[in-house]
């Protein structure tokens, strides 16, 4: 008996830190695309209500420089997944191959990619961008596609003055007369001019890309290929806590902006929850999301997506649809029914 309770000791001290060590959350950082802002309210409510703890996973979420230059972020090495721009992973696939994230949960179904003018200004189409001023953020995502733009609608991409701008200057510098246009996230910009006492929709033409020969997908949840490979669980975790968290936010956006300000003070909270509701309507739930559900896709409109920049942008190879969108790690399609919330 002896004997066989020194066994059973030695046994437990042997399993033990096995278990412990597997128990361990898994580190993920997390990189926005842009400054906290109501858009970004299910990763911090994912986080707040313990959904990414649930799934033994510790999330660190970080501010973010533009849709695209949120995937070199991940390209780099200093974050494992991010919220980021799919047209940006597609060009980088190519030139790159193995070393791009990969997209797992697409949010921005509709892309919204825009340029920016006065009503009143010298911009009144598209070729009036030869010659013209026009201000970017060069990580912004609807910068780096300004060129396919151009070429999709017979616009000289070297006549155009490309100013670069702070994130946080834009609008104004359009207002001031300083650019003649800007390219823009709707999403962001819509209700910027919203808080700045000015009418979006009367003193301002929006040169939307998905009406202009551009039917792009645009941000969502990606991941290095690294996570996907070593972690597919963390990856699996990721997405049904994010997808819980969307679902839960637009149903309770009072509250959700209330966490969102938690985490940013300076945020004007009635703006933040306009944003919210305003890129659940315009940008998230489509006909597509309402057949397909959340974070899921088109294979056959990404890949026309993907052989419509391949060649814009002569890119050394057209990278496949698997290699650019993987869906095997999202929820089941009954838990990604989009909500529908009062107007």
């Given at each position: ?154 616009v000289d991409y070297s006549k155009i003055n490309v100013t670069q701008v702070s994130p946080a200057l834009q609008e104004q510098m359009l207002l ?168």
């Amino acid at each position: 008996m002896r004997r066989l309770l020194t066994s059973l000791v030695l046994a437990s001290s042997l399993v033990l830190p096995f278990a412990a060590q597997a128990a361990d959350p898994v580190k993920i950082k997390f990189t926005l695309d842009w400054k906290i802002q109501g858009l970004h309210a299910w990763f911090y409510w994912a986080k707040a209500k313990g959904y990414f703890t649930a799934e033994n996973l510790d999330v660190t979420i970080d501010q973010g420089e533009g849709s695209a230059a949120a995937v070199t972020r991940v390209m780099s090495g200093a974050y494992d997944a991010g919220f980021g721009d799919i047209n940006a992973i597609i060009q980088n696939a190519a030139t790159k191959p193995g070393e791009a994230p990969v997209m797992v949960y697409m949010i921005y179904n509709k892309a919204p990619f825009a340029l920016l003018a006065k009503t009143n200004g010298p911009i009144k189409s598209l070729k009036d961008l030869e010659g013209a001023k026009l201000g970017s953020p060069p990580g912004g995502a609807s910068f780096k596609l300004l060129p396919l733009l151009a070429k999709q609608n017979g616009v000289d991409y070297s006549k155009i003055n490309v100013t670069q701008v702070s994130p946080a200057l834009q609008e104004q510098m359009l207002l001031q007369g300083q650019v003649d246009t800007v390219a823009v996230f709707s999403a962001t910009s819509y209700l910027n001019l919203v808080s700045l006492k000015l009418d979006p929709d009367k003193d301002f033409r929006w040169f939307f890309y998905s009406d202009l020969g551009l039917d792009l997908y645009s941000n969502g949840v990606m991941v290095s290929p690294k996570l996907a490979k070593d972690n597919p669980e963390a990856v699996k975790g990721l997405l049904r806590a994010i997808n819980r968290a969307m679902k839960e936010t637009v149903q309770n956006p009072d509250a959700t902006i209330d966490v969102l300000a938690a985490e940013e003070p300076l945020i004007k909270k009635d703006l933040e929850k306009r944003r919210l509701l305003y890129v659940y309507t315009n940008l998230i739930d489509t006909p597509e999301v309402r057949d397909l559900g959340l974070g899921d896709i088109s294979d056959k409109r990404l890949s026309s997506s993907i052989a419509t920049i391949a060649a814009s942008f002569e890119l050394p190879k057209m990278p496949a649809a698997g290699e650019i969108f993987n869906r095997a790690f999202l929820p089941a399609k009954a838990d990604r029914t989009p909500p529908t919330i009062a107007p």
